[in-house]
């Protein structure tokens, strides 16, 4: 089963990422997806040391498991460790867990095992390779051939892998049996490179593109783009946030917000099934939803197009 909502729910927040959500407004969040339809929910052992898997099994614990698609991922283990973390990779957590980097067979059955035991379920519909830059022979002599295995055993539906570049996902593509990979920031209103090379890929091998990281970090994620906005987790350049303000400018006299058009630009390619957004709260939940909502006039990708604000 490949994702069928074109909006999913993208639970990183609810794991501690930059601030702390408590348990009640996480599991909230997760209810009012629900009750927007949303039936996509993607998370990972990375995502605050497999708290937000935690959070999200136990909210989505009282639906019928046929009816919602739930991915997470593998190539980072959790393994104890000597200290209870603090702040690190972005989430704000305390467990006395780390992190290592194992695409290894063993890793990859290990891993899927112990994000069963967090979501409290027995399979996963999706596992995506997560973040395979700088391991790539293991992640497709070794973890790419278990999770097609694993698949044509039915143990779960699909094989993908997840990542902040459209160069190697090309690759796997290419060269492996995913059936579906997960895109973050190089599908969106100021970076469109994987319309050169993923796009075309995933069209000829017939393999399903979610798109992630929509805003980029943020840069996108309000109407007005702030000053100190961030672009791909750091300090956005100067010229990206006088490009972006051009692109709201525009989005203005097309009667849609920045944000809107954010979450409608990767939809508008075939190749794309599904919006994995980041949801914190039932307020962002509710907005998102609206954002997703608005419908967005053909003519304002072409004057973006026409006045070279967009790459496609």
């Not at 605050?48 to 935690?54: I, N, R, V, Y």
């Not at 143990?155 to 997840?162: L, Q």
Request: proline fraction near 5%.
């Amino acid at each position: 089963m490949l994702p069928q909502n074109r909006l999913g729910f993208g639970s990183a927040a609810i794991g501690n990422l930059y601030t702390t959500v408590d348990p009640s407004t996480a599991q909230q969040a997760v209810e009012t997806a629900w009750e927007n339809g949303i039936r996509y929910f993607d998370t990972a052992p990375h995502y605050g040391l497999g708290l937000a898997e935690k959070r999200l099994g136990a909210a989505l614990a009282q639906y019928p498991r046929d009816d919602y698609v739930l991915s997470s991922k593998v190539g980072r283990l959790l393994v104890p460790a000597h200290q209870r973390s603090a702040v690190e990779h972005g989430f704000e957590v305390d467990e006395p867990l780390r992190r290592v980097w194992d695409f290894s067979r063993d890793g990859v059955l290990r891993s899927i095992e112990q994000s069963l035991t967090r979501l409290s379920t027995d399979r996963l519909d999706i596992v995506y390779l997560h973040d395979p830059d700088d391991h790539w022979p293991q992640a497709v002599g070794e973890a790419a051939p278990a999770l097609a295995g694993l698949r044509d055993q039915g143990v779960i539906r699909a094989f993908g892998a997840g990542m902040n570049q459209s160069a190697m996902l090309t690759r796997f593509v290419r060269e492996t049996s995913v059936d579906v990979v997960l895109l973050a920031g190089r599908l969106t209103l100021l970076d469109s490179s994987a319309t050169k090379d993923l796009l075309p890929a995933a069209r000829e091998h017939d393999v399903t593109v979610v798109a992630a990281g929509v805003f980029n970090s943020g840069l996108l994620a309000r109407p007005r783009p702030a000053q100190n906005a961030k672009y791909d987790y750091v300090q956005a350049p100067a010229e990206l946030i006088t490009r972006a303000r051009a692109i709201a400018d525009v989005c203005t006299t097309h009667g849609v917000t920045l944000p809107e058009a954010a979450i409608a630009y990767p939809l508008r390619f075939s190749e794309v099934t599904s919006v994995l957004l980041g949801m914190r709260s039932p307020t962002e939940v509710t907005e998102n939803v609206r954002c997703y909502e608005v419908s967005v006039p053909e003519a304002l990708w072409e004057d973006l197009a026409g006045k070279g604000l967009t790459g496609a």
